[in-house]
């Protein structure tokens, strides 16, 4: 037992014997003097001031019937846990000696009778009104524990609620978290998988391909490159050293047949500078004679601006 | 640790622990010497506590009907039976308090805000046996000579029932001051009754 521990436990020794603890602390002090003699003498060194303490609510006597309730409860039971108080109930409640009857007329005897018999009923009367209201009264007592114990279990059921809600937001959570794994899976697997297809397309022994050009607004570093198949509509464009745009633009994919210009999509270019950037086209690509890409502001989509960074004939 | 000796209830009488024995041997007469002793301040506490005769008498009931059956748990030689008895009945009226306070009704209580010391004492006096009024009267003149915020807080945890947070919102203090008046006001009260040691033997003999 560190000392530090025991500090702590007497501090809260004071309130533990007054009954003052919340239930938590109360539980912790009652488990450490059990270990502890330091603490568990200092709980008792506070036994005679909290036996004083009743003492200053005064003294007042209870109603009698009080005493006679207790003491008909215990006869009670002794009435039922042993024969020999059974017996010696009876011999307490029996009939007075026999009277000789001697100077009385028998009316007078039977009176006598009636009322020696009239006081035995009465005092068994009262003997057993005692005992049902000291049955009473436990009953009572028990009829409380009962609900004290109905509140604990209906509190014990809301703990077990609120637990279970928050498990239940634990498991939504997890499961959230599991869906986002698993989409974040399908993403990196559909990247590989296209990662494939990009290779496989610009392996392919059909496959072309073209550099475009540069114009003065491209960095010097910059290239551009674009594969494609006769009669096919797939386009892979292939971007190097070229910055990310800045916020509102976009690097634009323009296809020109004649004099009108398609765009065809919009390219991001990574951190590092590089664009993997793979479409269909509307018609197979023989039937475009130039390619363009252009730094737009986001929403102008219908025509190429000015700016244009790479552009080739086909 | 030296413990304050309580002269015993009736000179003429038993001791507690004799009683204790007798009882634990299912005599009923010494129980009821034992009631005779302090079901009138286990009644007063009582209605103390929770305010109401029908309850209070019920505690009383109910408080020596345990005597009874519990004595044989009863470590007899330690000379605290009146504080055994004492605390079975505290519990029974704090387990009563929580009880109501864990109901949406209150229970009428008509002397919620009397102080410790103001506690009228009816009968008190006429009817108090010396023994009685002598321990009150040492319990009091202790309780008096403790500040009054530290009292305060003595008789909320004892006779209020409450645990120490209920105080804290009771007062709208924080926990923290609840904790160390509770502790303070104790340790006073101790070593109060400890100095008083000789003389209260003194007044034994």
């Known amino acids: 037992m560190t000392s530090s521990t025991c500090d702590d436990i007497i501090e809260l020794i004071p309130a533990f014997v007054l009954g003052a603890l919340d239930a938590h602390d109360a539980t912790r002090v009652t488990a450490h003097i059990a270990t502890c003699p330091r603490c568990r003498a200092e709980a008792e060194s506070f036994r005679d001031t909290v036996g004083l303490l009743p003492y200053a609510a005064g003294a007042i006597d209870p109603p009698p019937r009080v005493k006679r309730q207790l003491l008909a409860r215990i006869a009670a039971e002794n009435e039922n846990t042993s024969s020999s108080a059974t017996s010696k109930r009876q011999s307490m409640t029996s009939l007075p000696p026999f009277i000789p009857v001697r100077w009385f007329a028998p009316v007078a005897a039977l009176m006598l009778v009636l009322l020696v018999g009239l006081s035995v009923a009465t005092f068994e009367a009262r003997g057993r009104a005692d005992q049902l209201a000291a049955e009473l009264v436990a009953n009572r007592q028990v009829m409380r524990e009962m609900e004290a114990q109905i509140v604990e279990v209906r509190q014990t059921a809301q703990t077990i609620q609120v637990q279970l809600a928050a498990s239940q937001r634990e498991l939504n959570e997890t499961r959230a978290q599991l869906a986002a794994s698993q989409r974040e899976l399908q993403e990196i697997q559909a990247s590989g998988s296209n990662d494939g297809q990009l290779v496989s397309f610009i392996a392919a022994p059909q496959t072309v391909s073209q550099l475009l050009g540069t114009t003065e607004r491209a960095p010097e570093e910059a290239s551009a490159r674009i594969f494609m198949q006769p009669g096919h509509n797939r386009l892979v464009l292939l971007i190097y050293g070229l910055k990310s745009a800045e916020p509102g633009k976009v690097y634009r994919l323009w296809l020109a047949k004649g004099n009108q210009a398609i765009a065809i999509g919009t390219v991001t270019v990574g951190s590092d500078g590089v664009a993997e950037f793979v479409v269909d086209a509307p018609e197979p690509m023989d039937a475009y004679d130039q390619v363009m890409i252009t730094l737009d502001q986001v929403d102008t989509a219908a025509q190429p601006s000015e700016e244009v960074i790479f552009e080739a004939n086909l | ?205």
């Open chain 2, 1 to 205: 640790m030296s413990q304050v000796k309580f002269p015993s209830a009736d000179s003429s009488a038993l001791d507690d622990d004799i009683l204790m024995t007798r009882i634990a041997h299912r005599d009923s007469s010494a129980l009821e010497c034992l009631y005779d002793r302090y079901a009138r301040i286990v009644y007063a506490t009582a209605l103390r506590m929770l305010g109401n005769t029908e309850l209070a008498e019920d505690i009383v009931q109910e408080t020596f009907w345990r005597v009874w059956r519990r004595s044989t748990s009863f470590t007899i030689g330690r000379g605290q039976v009146a504080g055994w008895i004492f605390g079975i009945a505290h519990n029974l009226c704090i387990d009563e308090l929580r009880r109501q306070r864990a109901r949406p009704v209150v229970v009428k209580s008509d002397h919620e805000d009397q102080a410790m010391l103001e506690q009228p004492d009816p009968q008190g006096d006429v009817a108090s046996t010396a023994v009685e009024r002598e321990r009150r009267r040492i319990i009091l003149q202790a309780l008096a000579q403790i500040p009054p915020e530290q009292r305060e807080v003595l008789e909320l945890a004892y006779f209020g029932g409450l645990s120490q947070s209920e105080i804290a919102q009771r007062l709208n203090s924080p926990i923290g001051t609840v904790k160390t008046r509770t502790r303070l006001a104790l340790q006073k009260m101790r070593d109060l009754l400890h100095n008083q040691k000789i003389r209260v033997e003194d007044l034994h003999d």
